[in-house]
């Protein structure tokens, strides 16, 4: 079955750029017309989308995020990217990696714990 | 943006005993042109993902129990357990996806009493 696996730093300075990276295991990327998500989840609080992006690179992003946010897509690596730039503490969370079916999402990827501190 | 209210934040409940869960958006879901809620509710069990269970408002995914049911139409939205299981310990977010930016509940945790 479909699987998506996050991958990426861990921990990320205040003022630098976060980077992720999710990989689809289990069928291409491409097929079924499906978009990529991005959602965090901060420590004690509510989940929150970031984004979405499709195979042929149309992208929505979270209004808050907009400014700071870029997603890309690799389909020869079967692989999506999300990119945040200038992070402060407040962009500490648990970053999902998610697959989107006409806006729902119905598969979620296990998470990885992004600490943004010096 | 749409603020989803669910309550309680948590509850505790018997096994074998129904659990019910409230959700309330700031701005009906229902999109007129299909006649479908844009409500979906999560499971997320401790260090896990959160796991699709019910759609447009009260279609179960594929492979849930049928213990789960979700009703309700424009704001006001509610989630089932008819016969609470062990498994079922968890928090339980409802989420909109008809207008961006998607957003989630504050969630509710279930426990066992």
């Known amino acids: 079955q479909v699987q998506l696996q996050e991958s990426g730093p861990g921990l990320v300075k205040p003022s630098q750029t976060l980077s992720l990276t999710c990989t689809v295991s289990g069928d291409s990327i491409s097929s079924g017309g499906f978009y990529w998500s991005w959602i965090r989840q901060p420590a004690g609080k509510r989940l929150e989308w970031i984004g979405r992006?499709?195979?042929?690179?149309?992208?929505n992003y979270n209004p808050y995020l907009n400014s700071r946010l870029s997603m890309s897509v690799d389909t020869s690596k079967n692989q999506f990217s999300l990119r945040l730039d200038s992070v402060t503490a407040a962009d500490t969370a648990v970053y999902y990696c998610?697959?989107?079916?006409?806006?729902?999402?119905?598969?979620w990827g296990q998470g990885a714990l992004i600490t943004v501190s010096s | 943006d749409i603020v989803m209210t669910q309550s309680p934040d948590s509850l505790a409940v018997s096994l074998g005993e129904r659990a019910t869960i409230n959700c309330k958006s700031s701005?009906?879901?229902?999109?007129?042109?299909?006649?479908?809620?844009?409500l979906a509710w999560y499971q997320q069990k401790p260090g896990q993902p959160p796991k699709l269970l019910i759609y447009w408002a009260s279609t179960r995914e594929s492979g849930v129990p049928d213990r789960f049911s979700g009703s309700g139409s424009g704001t006001d939205f509610t989630l089932t357990i008819s016969s609470l299981q062990a498994e079922d310990v968890a928090v339980y977010y409802c989420?909109?996806?008809?207008?961006?930016?998607?957003?989630f509940g504050g969630g509710t945790k279930v426990e066992i009493k």
């Open positions: 989420h909109q996806y008809h207008f961006s930016p998607l957003t």
């Open positions: 998610a697959r989107d079916r006409l806006w729902l999402v119905d598969l």
């Open positions: 701005q009906s879901v229902l999109n007129s042109s299909n006649n479908k809620n844009y």
């Open positions: 992006i499709s195979t042929s690179g149309n992208t």
